[in-house]
């Protein structure tokens, strides 16, 4: 099993619409969660870390199952500048570098 | 943004010169990071140095070879590459603690080889 699984999507969505990307992970030792977005050609950006009892930040909400062990990323009334990879990202447990996943493509279209 | 900085952004060159790409970060972090990115590809961790010791090389060809002379800087020096390593490398830095904290990616060089 990979340590960090996507859906590669595309998710093509209409402005407005509310979307939502899972990931699962197979190192149930893992203690940081965090979503990245990455645009065309650029840099991965944070977006939001992902806390134990689920945290919101504008329309975005992040959330973690421990016992299934998936995060997942719900964006409320998409906009067109929402449109970019939005990338999973866990630690591998102990002191390792975080494990980057192949990420999510969004498209959000007019 | 100019927390971590990547010079230069642009480079081309042919199989046969030596260059080196730049990182510096002005985030006061302990951990730095090498990544590689080929076109629609995943994140490819290359190198990661922990104040300034290198904690992973994953398994990379010697024909990259990183440097980091101190926790603000990081250097990755290229010599004799092939075609397949055209990609843009990305330089990230971290507080201490390599799975805790959050990474803080530079703009990258995204190299072409001839």
């Known amino acids: 099993r990979k340590e960090v699984e996507q859906d590669p999507g595309p998710f093509n969505v209409p402005e407005g619409a509310t979307v939502a990307f899972n990931c699962t992970y197979s190192?149930?030792?893992?203690?940081?969660f965090f979503w990245y977005r990455q645009d065309c050609r650029k840099e991965p950006k944070l977006l939001m870390s992902?806390?134990?009892s689920g945290n919101e930040d504008g329309r975005f909400t992040a959330q973690l199952n421990r016992a299934s062990q998936y995060i997942s990323l719900l964006i409320r009334d998409s906009k067109l500048s929402d449109s970019a990879t939005y990338l999973c990202?866990?630690?591998?447990?102990?002191?390792?570098?975080?494990?980057f996943g192949k990420g999510t493509r969004l498209s959000v279209i007019a | 943004e100019t927390g971590v900085t990547q010079t230069p952004r642009h480079l081309v060159m042919g199989m046969t010169n030596k260059k080196s790409l730049k990182c510096e970060q002005h985030l006061g972090h302990n951990a730095m990071y090498w990544y590689k990115q080929s076109a629609k590809k995943p994140l490819e961790l290359m190198f990661v140095y922990n104040f300034k010791e290198q904690t992973e090389n994953n398994s990379v060809p010697s024909r990259f070879s990183p440097e980091c002379p101190n926790s603000s800087h990081l250097f990755l020096h290229l010599h004799t590459l092939q075609p397949e390593d055209s990609a843009l490398y990305l330089c990230?830095?971290?507080?201490?603690?390599?799975?805790?904290?959050?990474?803080?990616f530079g703009p990258g060089t995204r190299l072409t080889v001839t």
């Open positions: 990230a830095s971290s507080q201490g603690g390599l799975g805790t904290y959050e990474q803080y």
């Open positions: 990202v866990v630690n591998g447990g102990g002191n390792t570098p975080l494990v």
């Open positions: 190192n149930s030792a893992s203690q940081s």
């Open positions: 992902v806390y134990s």
